[in-house]
């Protein structure tokens, strides 16, 4: 057939007559079919049939004048003139002999699932779905089409779309002739996604672009109320180095409000798909099962080294995927490669944005950009007022489609009351470099027009929307010349959002990761309190517990789980640096104020040296809580992998304690040395320098805690505000255990480091570490540059 060509008879090379699309699709179908990647069957309509129909229509002429002397910056010049584009298209008939080849093709799909089968119709561009220019969303899609006439209808707007505005808009922005450029069609059968789930997942994160890991996000029903933004989705991660090697486990979930499922429209001929809404109790489910994650991890992973191979280069994807939610498979719908965060050269500098100045927080949602901006909020509740909206202003709204595109490239940022990072106003936003806050719930009520206020997204996965026009400034790192120091520079961390973006800081690895941050931001119940729910004296808090751990069969897995999905999120962006994980260090009166922690916490007068630490892990008041956090640990290591991860013990008191937490850890599956598992202990009572020989029998090395030993050694409670002067990590007594400790640990072979806020402080201390020869200092995140560079002049100056 002269316009037709099937999914089987297209490879990646044939862009030109059937567009980025439909070319990916054939290039699935024919290479990863075969490799156990489901793909539903289609045929493409070619670029050759869209220029008979303008030759054969007589409009290629007016279409030219329609277009000449365009001001894309004139929103009602592009409206007028897109208008009259469109109408040439759509009042034109298909030539005979094209429609009797496409009723031909579409007898054959019937003829593989059954009469008139339903079909996606979708625009396939060919100038879409390059490496630099995705040109996602510029043109139509419909769905749920059945039957020859709403097939005619379908295409005759597909072709027509090639001159939305946005697309208009989009080719000038990217320097295409809109003449060059023409439109195929795919024609491909549906996946019953109204009765199942769908999304987009991505081989990389699309935040920080961190390449290693699959990044899935879905909903109910089909997929475009998530790439729309009308849904808050299900996320998901999987890591991909350890997925390779045989670990196909999970390193993260979150779940999304999934508020609304688009379904086929039923009795209306010219409506094909309508939003319902999702029961509370879907809403707290996820749209995947764990099995079905990993599944299209392993289409994620077999797509991007099918892709990387023909490129020659490393090809991160952008994939569409569906659930048929009658036969229960999952399918590819659409690959392209990845075109924002995979062009970035992360080697050239780091940026960071930081806020100079806080006021009253607005809103929440999740952010998009790592970036911030300030201006006036200006609210467009409906398409039909984007004239109004003048460049640098705020841009709030319900949701965004491509159709608003032509301002939101002249905003400061952008705020949306529904949506998730894959959406619409999230993949845009990371286009043009601008912070965006999505799925700020309530947005467009809580913000008015004129109201100055500043976005962040600097600040981990959460984005915040402060009232009034804030101080912040950019600190830009060169880094192609940064040469790594003899002494380890690692970084403290706690929170599981910032690992991704933190890993690309020149670094040695985590030197503390602090479990109680997880458990205090993530899991928020004490964990005897999900061991022994009985015991529990308040029935509102029992009820409230009870309602955090619904959808798990026993409530111990919700604290094992979130705990190692938070700490293997750190480990996996460091892998296969070592990742130094501190066990929950909590003081009895913090463990206290974690839900239902009233009911198991002793009641202490001076809880900074009370039950905490090792005393805690080997006592039978915590033994089950800490049996827990080892199962977390062994998850982390064992199911997904990430075996860099290693153990640092707090606050061990004496040799007792610490013979007995290796015996604990051992009858908890941890054994030292098994599987190459370290255990470190903290360094901040005198004791452990005093007879640091005797410890370093039961551990592999050391972590100075700076704060913790200067407290012990000058006698002045560190919280205090009237002793804040006395304590001084510089004091000569602090310094003197400090390198009694480093000298312990060269004696006894093992290694030395420091994880407290000293030498993040106060360069001096960094540079006497350094003299003193200790093996890692590990650092707050903002010092780590100004550090390293430090330590690098100090180590030049010793070798003079």
Not at 75 to 87: N, V
């Amino acid at each position: 057939m002269r316009y037709i060509r099937f999914f089987n008879e297209i490879k990646l090379t044939d862009v030109p007559l059937v567009g980025g699309k439909n070319a990916s699709l054939g290039e699935l179908y024919q290479e990863l079919v075969p490799q156990g990647v489901k793909v539903p069957n289609g045929f493409a309509i070619t670029a050759d049939a869209y220029w008979a129909l303008l030759e054969k229509g007589g409009i290629m002429k007016p279409l030219r004048e329609a277009l000449e002397g365009l001001d894309r910056h004139n929103i009602a010049d592009l409206e007028r003139r897109g208008k009259i584009a469109r109408d040439l298209i759509l009042g034109v008939n298909i030539p005979q002999d094209m429609w009797t080849e496409i009723e031909e093709a579409y007898g054959l799909l019937a003829k593989e699932y059954g009469d008139s089968p339903d079909v996606a119709v979708r625009s396939s561009a060919t100038a879409e779905d390059l490496p630099t220019a995705s040109f996602a969303g510029q043109q139509d899609t419909y769905l749920n089409i059945r039957g020859l006439q709403q097939l005619k209808e379908a295409c005759l707007k597909c072709f027509a779309s090639l001159y939305t505005d946005r697309a208009i808009s989009y080719r000038v922005d990217h320097g295409f002739d809109h003449f060059s450029i023409a439109l195929s069609i795919c024609v491909m059968k549906m996946v019953r996604s109204d009765k199942g789930s769908s999304g987009v997942l991505f081989t990389l994160d699309t935040e920080t672009g961190f390449r290693d890991v699959v990044f899935i996000t879905g909903a109910y029903g089909l997929g475009e109320n998530v790439v729309q933004g009308n849904v808050d989705p299900d996320e998901f991660y999987v890591y991909k180095k350890t997925f390779r090697e045989g670990h196909r486990a999970i390193i993260r979930k979150n779940l999304g409000k999934k508020q609304f499922r688009m379904v086929y429209a039923a009795g209306n001929a010219k409506v094909t798909v309508a939003n319902e809404r999702v029961s509370e109790a879907e809403a707290q489910t996820f749209c995947l099962t764990d099995d079905e994650i990993l599944k299209l991890a392993d289409y994620a992973v077999k797509v991007e080294d099918h892709y990387t191979r023909k490129a020659g280069v490393d090809r991160p994807m952008d994939m569409e995927w569906a659930k048929d939610g009658v036969s229960g498979e999952i399918f590819l719908v659409q690959a392209r490669p990845e075109t924002v965060e995979s062009q970035k050269n992360k080697t050239d500098f780091l940026e960071a944005y930081t806020l100079d100045e806080k006021s009253r927080v607005l809103l929440r949602g999740k952010a998009v950009g790592q970036r911030i901006a300030s201006g006036k909020v200006h609210v467009i509740r409906d398409l039909r007022h984007i004239r109004d909206f003048k460049p640098g202003e705020i841009l709030v709204a319900e949701t965004t489609t491509p159709d608003w595109e032509p301002v939101m490239k002249t905003a400061a940022a952008i705020i949306t009351s529904r949506g998730g990072r894959t959406c619409h106003a999230a993949i845009v936003s990371r286009e043009l470099g601008i912070p965006a806050v999505v799925g700020a719930e309530g947005a467009i009520d809580a913000l008015s027009d004129g109201q100055e206020a500043t976005v962040s997204c600097a600040q981990g996965d959460t984005g915040m929307v402060y009232e009034g026009l804030l101080k912040f400034h950019v600190d830009r790192t060169a880094l192609d010349a940064f040469a790594r120091p003899k002494t380890a520079v690692m970084m403290n961390l706690g929170d599981p959002d910032q690992a991704f973006g933190l890993s690309f800081i020149p670094n040695d690895g985590v030197g503390l990761a602090r479990m109680e941050f997880i458990i205090n931001g993530f899991i928020k119940i004490h964990p005897m309190a999900l061991v022994h729910p009985e015991r529990i004296t308040d029935p509102k808090v029992l009820s409230q517990i009870e309602s955090m751990t619904a959808g798990y069969s026993d409530m111990k897995e919700y604290f094992v789980e979130k705990l190692a999905f938070g700490i293997g999120t750190i480990a996996a962006a460091f892998y296969p640096k070592p990742v130094t994980v501190r066990m929950s260090d909590f003081k009895s009166n913090e463990y206290a104020s974690l839900i239902g922690g009233a009911d198991f916490e002793p009641h202490e007068e001076n809880p900074m040296l009370g039950f905490r630490g090792a005393s805690r892990y080997i006592s039978p008041r915590y033994e089950e809580g800490f049996a827990l956090e080892c199962q977390a640990i062994r998850r982390v290591r064992e199911g997904m992998g990430l075996t860099n991860v290693r153990i640092m013990i707090p606050f061990c008191r004496t040799i007792k304690e610490a013979k007995g937490v290796i015996d604990v850890l051992a009858k908890n599956g941890l054994r030292r040395g098994e599987k190459g598992l370290e255990v470190f202990v903290m360094c901040e009572i005198p004791n452990n320098v005093i007879l640091i020989d005797e410890f370093a029998k039961y551990f592999d090395g050391f972590s100075i805690g700076s704060n913790d030993l200067t407290q012990l050694t000058l006698g002045v409670d560190r919280d205090s505000e009237i002793l804040a002067e006395s304590f001084d990590e510089r004091d000569l007594g602090v310094q003197t255990f400090i390198r009694m400790a480093v000298e312990g640990t060269k004696r006894n072979r093992v290694h030395s480091g420091i994880c407290g806020q000293a030498p993040s402080d106060f360069p001096e201390i960094a540079k006497a570490l350094v003299e003193m020869g200790i093996e890692s200092i590990s650092l707050n995140p903002d010092t780590v540059i100004k550090t390293t560079l430090q330590i690098l002049d100090v180590e030049k100056n010793m070798k003079k």
